[in-house]
C-alpha cells in the first residue's frame, strides 16, 4: 500500500507541538516585519499531531533498501555493515571536526592512528607498505590501477601493458577508472546465462599487452559471478 502523503494525512484541529509560553517581551508582527510582508490567510499546511507524523517518515524509512534491514551481496563499499561502534568513533569531534589544513601539532594522535593503522594492514597483508588513500571503492580501483602501471612500468613493460578486460557486466567504474589511468579499455560480452562468454575472453587475451582483468574475478564479493559459475 503506497504511503500517503502529509497533507492526505492532516485533519483540521491536530498539533503536532505546542510552544510554551515566551519568557520575552512580545512585539506584534505587524512591528516586527510590516504589514506588508504578513499573509492574510496562513498557509495550507497539513494539521497533524506528532506520532502520525512520526510514524509518516519512519514508514518511508523503511521502503529504503538498506545494509541494517536488507541481504546486500554485491561488492558495494557504501552498503557493507559497519558495527555501530565503529559509526559513533566516526562521530567523535576529534575526527570529524579535524581539517586538512589544521596545524600538524594539533593532530600528531590522529597521525599515530593512521600510521598504526598502516602497519597493521602491512603485517595482515604481508606488505612493506600500503595506503590509506581513496575512500571509497572507486577510488580504491583508480588507485590500484596507478600501482600496477607504477609497477609495469618499473619492470620496463609500460610500453607494452597498456590492455584492461572488462566484462559488460562489470561496474561502471571499472572501465572508466582504467580509461582515466591511460589504458585501452576492451569490453567481454556475457553469455545468454548471464556469464562471461569464455570464448570471447580467450580471444581477448594477450599475455604480452594485457595488464588485468577486471571484476567479476577481481572483486571482493565473489557472488558477482566467480562462485556461481560452472566454467571457472
Same mark, same amino acid.
Given at each position: 500500500m503506497p $504511503?500517503?502523503?502529509? @497533507?492526505?494525512?492532516? @485533519?483540521? !484541529?491536530?498539533? !503536532?507541538?505546542?510552544?510554551p509560553e515566551p %519568557?520575552?517581551?512580545? @512585539?506584534?508582527?505587524?512591528?516586527?516585519?510590516?504589514? $506588508?510582508? &504578513?499573509?492574510? %490567510?496562513?498557509?495550507? &499546511?497539513?494539521?497533524?499531531?506528532?506520532?502520525?507524523?512520526? +510514524?509518516?517518515?519512519? +514508514?518511508?524509512?523503511?521502503?529504503?533498501?538498506?545494509? %541494517?534491514?536488507?541481504?546486500?551481496?554485491? !561488492?558495494?563499499c557504501t552498503m557493507k555493515h559497519n558495527p555501530k561502534v565503529d559509526e559513533e568513533v566516526a562521530k567523535l569531534p576529534e575526527f570529524a571536526m579535524l581539517h586538512p589544513l589544521q596545524d600538524e601539532e594539533t593532530v600528531q594522535g590522529i597521525l599515530r592512528l593512521l600510521k598504526t593503522?598502516?602497519?597493521?594492514? *602491512?603485517?595482515?597483508?604481508?606488505? %612493506? /607498505? *600500503?595506503?590509506?588513500?581513496?575512500? /571509497?571503492? /572507486?577510488?580504491?580501483?583508480?588507485?590500484?590501477?596507478?600501482?600496477?602501471?607504477?609497477?609495469? +612500468?618499473? +619492470? !620496463?613493460?609500460?610500453? @607494452?601493458r597498456t590492455r584492461i578486460i572488462v566484462p559488460d557486466s562489470a561496474h561502471g567504474t571499472n572501465p572508466a577508472s582504467a580509461a582515466r589511468c591511460g589504458f585501452a579499455v576492451e569490453s567481454v560480452p556475457s553469455g545468454p546465462d548471464g556469464c562471461i562468454d569464455l570464448s570471447a575472453l580467450e580471444k581477448r587475451f594477450n599475455l604480452t599487452q594485457t595488464v588485468s582483468y577486471l571484476q567479476p574475478l577481481w572483486s571482493p564479493i565473489p557472488t558477482l559471478w566467480a562462485s556461481s559459475s560452472e566454467t571457472l
Open positions: $504511503e500517503p502523503l502529509l @497533507k492526505e494525512l492532516s @485533519k483540521p !484541529g491536530l498539533i !503536532g507541538v505546542r510552544l %519568557d520575552v517581551p512580545v @512585539k506584534p508582527l505587524t512591528e516586527l516585519f510590516g504589514t $506588508e510582508n &504578513l499573509r492574510s %490567510d496562513p498557509p495550507p &499546511l497539513p494539521e497533524l499531531d506528532q506520532p502520525t507524523v512520526v +510514524r509518516h517518515f519512519v +514508514r518511508l524509512s523503511q521502503l529504503n533498501y538498506s545494509v %541494517d534491514t536488507h541481504f546486500y551481496p554485491l !561488492g558495494s593503522l598502516e602497519q597493521m594492514l *602491512c603485517e595482515i597483508g604481508g606488505m %612493506d /607498505a *600500503c595506503t590509506l588513500q581513496g575512500s /571509497a571503492g /572507486a577510488q580504491g580501483e583508480f588507485i590500484g590501477l596507478l600501482l600496477v602501471r607504477a609497477w609495469h +612500468r618499473y +619492470r !620496463g613493460e609500460g610500453e @607494452k
